[in-house]
């Protein structure tokens, strides 16, 4: 007979998922930044890879406090965006509208970890985890953040160069 499963297991495992989607993020990164032609894009993608690296440990700090050991499970959702990424950049190289694409491919990555961390934020604070919960609402901030500067740098140049 299979164990009733609860809030923490789904935390748990949608723990692991975003891990392993954080450590694919972390390798797709250089590949990204050696694609953009934008040197603010670049500085963007960099800036990004040392916030991934911090959000790695925050995460097994979680992992941590449950007791647990830090393990991935394999992310269907960020193979796919990562293979569009891929596909953009094999696409649009050396093209005017490749950094657009780049953008685009970082923010559907920022929406999806948004997604991620600010519903486990949420079952950490239901589950009564306020030190889980304080930890993914640093990252929850940092992708925010992400997400917005990567908005100002496509409206300020990048879509304008790529029309």
Known sequence: MNK?????DLFLDT??????????ILRALPKMRRAASS???????????????????????????????????????????????????EEFKGQPALDAGLISSAQAVEHYEIARYGTLKRWAMDLGMKDAAKLLDETLQEESQTDQNLSSLAEGK?????A
């Open 15 to 24: 723990l692991k998922d975003i891990y392993y989607a954080e450590k694919k």
């Open 158 to 162: 990048v879509n304008k160069k790529a």
């Open 39 to 89: 040197a603010e894009l670049q500085q963007a993608f960099d800036l990004h890879r040392e916030q991934t690296e911090g959000q790695i440990e925050r995460l097994e700090q979680v992992f941590e406090l449950m007791g647990k050991k830090a393990r991935g499970k394999t992310c269907d959702a960020i193979e796919g965006i990562i293979a569009e990424a891929e596909e953009i950049m």
């Open 4 to 8: 009733e499963k609860k809030l923490e």
